[in-house]
């Protein structure tokens, strides 16, 4: 019996050194995993970072290098806005590629069509007529944006956890207001001190680089597996016809995206009267542009690391509480436009920005957000890239607009008109309150 019981604790003792080996294994195999996941999603980030930065570069520099050139206000906003139309007709086609999957594949070409296109507007401006060039590359850079975001809204989502939508929403808006910071500096930066040349080389070597990690971040067909058999089958048309068929069954999620529209047509104001008011109007030399747009990215930045930190504390029903915080930023512009010395309306040009910025950050945030959380799996990225869509029109309507109107009346004019178009958000967002609540 002695010995049987021996035995008994012995087989006891292996099955038990087994299951525990067994356990490790697991957790071993679990935990490399889970660094392996890390690891690509740091990847996934660092490229869109790589991405998002060289493209506010240029986007940033070359504009200003057409006003440097020419003087023209009225120049400058046509030709930004004649660049976003090919990034709001490319909008839907991103939305659809990002629900087909095949990411990899598409957002490494992408890459390389950035880094191609940054290298030929070199010899391009010797022999085209730069306002040709400038309209070109932007063109390009808008296009690619826009077929980027929908793709890499939903894969970062989908590497983070359907569970973490807003937390994962509001860290792709940090690495976007991130970039939005780096950019101007950059771009400010090699432009001020090597020329428009130097940049582009830069871009370049980035967008190759951002490539790599695409490549090495994504799975191959990661996202493939989401869809049904039907909607690979699907084409385009259908496809859009599909995002806009269940968008306009839901009239309130309609009217929420309408006034984000306005929205961000009045803030475009903002964004294309930087280096007007900076260098036009208070006769500031370029790099002090690049100070208002680092000061706009720190603001966008701090919305969006709010909700990140503090997801519970905003909401789409607070949406217009948001809108009236962005009127308060926009009224001491407006005063001191009329009635302060030079350096006073620099400051709080700059100051405004960055307040303007914070709270249409989290507004931009909840409103992705709460669509990316209500869409259907399979339609969420074709749904977004119409909301996307909707958007981007604003802006090109926006850049002729304001383009026009600082050529044609002063920026505290054109202020006023802006505060307009804000109040008459906010009471549209505050009529559509009880609504919003169902909504969210």
């Given at each position: 019996?002695?010995?049987?019981?021996?035995?008994?604790?012995?087989?006891?003792?292996?099955?038990?050194?087994?299951?525990?080996m067994?356990?490790?294994?697991?957790?071993?195999?679990s935990?490399?995993?889970?660094?392996?996941?890390?690891?690509?999603?740091?990847?996934?980030?660092?490229?869109?970072?790589?991405?998002?930065?060289?493209?506010?570069?240029?986007?940033?520099?070359?504009?200003?290098?057409?006003?440097?050139?020419?003087?023209?206000?009225?120049?400058?906003?046509?030709?930004?806005?004649?660049?976003?139309?090919?990034?709001?007709?490319?909008t839907?086609?991103?939305?659809?590629?990002?629900?087909?999957?095949?990411?990899?594949?598409?957002?490494?070409?992408?890459?390389?069509?950035?880094?191609?296109?940054?290298?030929?507007?070199?010899?391009m401006?010797?022999?085209?007529?730069?306002?040709?060039?400038?309209?070109?590359?932007?063109?390009?850079?808008?296009?690619?944006?826009?077929?980027?975001?929908?793709?890499?809204?939903?894969?970062?989502?989908?590497?983070?956890?359907?569970?973490?939508?807003?937390?994962?929403?509001?860290?792709?808006?940090?690495?976007?207001?991130?970039?939005?910071?780096?950019?101007?500096?950059?771009g400010t930066?090699?432009?001020?001190?090597?020329?428009?040349?130097?940049?582009?080389?830069?871009?370049?070597?980035?967008?190759?680089?951002?490539?790599?990690?695409?490549?090495?971040?994504?799975?191959?067909?990661?996202?493939?597996?989401?869809?049904?058999?039907?909607?690979?089958?699907?084409?385009?048309?259908?496809?859009?016809?599909?995002?806009?068929?269940?968008?306009?069954?839901?009239?309130?999620l309609?009217?929420?995206?309408?006034?984000?529209?306005?929205?961000?047509?009045?803030?475009?104001?903002?964004t294309?009267?930087?280096?007007?008011?900076?260098?036009k109007?208070?006769?500031?030399?370029?790099?002090?542009?690049?100070?208002?747009?680092?000061?706009?990215?720190?603001?966008?930045?701090?919305?969006?690391?709010?909700?990140?930190?503090?997801?519970?504390?905003?909401?789409?029903?607070?949406?217009?509480?948001?809108?009236?915080?962005?009127?308060?930023?926009?009224?001491?512009?407006?005063?001191?436009?009329?009635?302060?010395?030079?350096?006073?309306?620099?400051?709080?040009?700059?100051?405004?920005?960055?307040?303007?910025?914070?709270?249409?950050?989290?507004?931009?945030?909840?409103?992705?957000?709460?669509?990316?959380?209500?869409?259907?799996?399979?339609?969420?990225?074709?749904?977004?890239?119409?909301?996307?869509?909707?958007?981007?029109?604003?802006?090109?309507?926006?850049?002729?607009?304001?383009?026009?109107?600082?050529?044609?009346?002063?920026?505290?004019?054109?202020?006023?008109?802006?505060?307009?178009?804000?109040?008459?958000?906010?009471?549209?967002?505050?009529?559509?309150?009880?609504?919003?609540?169902?909504?969210?």
């Amino acid at each position: 019996m002695a010995a049987l019981f021996q035995v008994d604790k012995y087989i006891l003792a292996v099955c038990i050194g087994g299951r525990l080996m067994a356990g490790m294994r697991r957790s071993s195999v679990s935990l490399t995993q889970k660094t392996v996941q890390s690891i690509r999603f740091f990847g996934l980030l660092v490229a869109q970072l790589c991405t998002y930065s060289m493209l506010s570069a240029l986007c940033f520099a070359y504009p200003l290098y057409l006003f440097d050139y020419s003087g023209s206000s009225t120049l400058y906003g046509a030709v930004a806005a004649i660049a976003f139309i090919p990034g709001v007709l490319a909008t839907p086609v991103g939305g659809i590629l990002a629900d087909r999957g095949r990411q990899r594949e598409v957002l490494v070409a992408l890459g390389i069509a950035l880094m191609t296109a940054s290298l030929l507007s070199i010899p391009m401006k010797r022999s085209l007529p730069l306002v040709v060039v400038v309209a070109a590359i932007l063109c390009v850079q808008y296009g690619v944006q826009s077929l980027l975001k929908p793709m890499l809204q939903i894969e970062t989502v989908r590497m983070a956890g359907e569970k973490k939508v807003e937390r994962a929403t509001a860290l792709v808006s940090q690495v976007t207001m991130v970039s939005n910071i780096l950019g101007p500096v950059v771009g400010t930066a090699v432009y001020g001190c090597f020329g428009i040349d130097a940049l582009c080389t830069t871009a370049s070597v980035a967008f190759a680089m951002s490539a790599l990690l695409f490549g090495g971040a994504l799975k191959q067909n990661a996202s493939s597996e989401t869809m049904g058999d039907g909607a690979t089958r699907m084409t385009c048309r259908n496809d859009f016809r599909e995002s806009i068929r269940y968008l306009l069954q839901n009239a309130s999620l309609v009217a929420v995206i309408l006034l984000a529209a306005v929205l961000n047509l009045a803030l475009v104001g903002l964004t294309i009267g930087a280096p007007i008011i900076v260098t036009k109007h208070l006769g500031m030399q370029s790099s002090r542009v690049g100070v208002v747009e680092v000061a706009l990215g720190l603001g966008g930045l701090t919305g969006s690391g709010l909700v990140s930190i503090w997801p519970h504390r905003f909401s789409l029903n607070g949406i217009c509480r948001y809108v009236a915080m962005i009127c308060f930023g926009v009224v001491p512009i407006f005063v001191t436009l009329l009635f302060g010395a030079d350096v006073c309306v620099f400051t709080v040009f700059t100051v405004g920005s960055a307040w303007v910025m914070v709270w249409a950050a989290i507004a931009s945030v909840e409103i992705i957000a709460f669509v990316q959380r209500a869409a259907p799996t399979e339609l969420c990225g074709k749904v977004l890239s119409v909301v996307y869509m909707v958007l981007s029109c604003a802006t090109p309507i926006g850049q002729l607009v304001y383009g026009l109107a600082y050529d044609r009346w002063t920026p505290a004019i054109v202020f006023a008109g802006m505060l307009a178009v804000l109040t008459l958000t906010t009471a549209l967002f505050y009529r559509l309150k009880s609504r919003l609540w169902r909504l969210s």
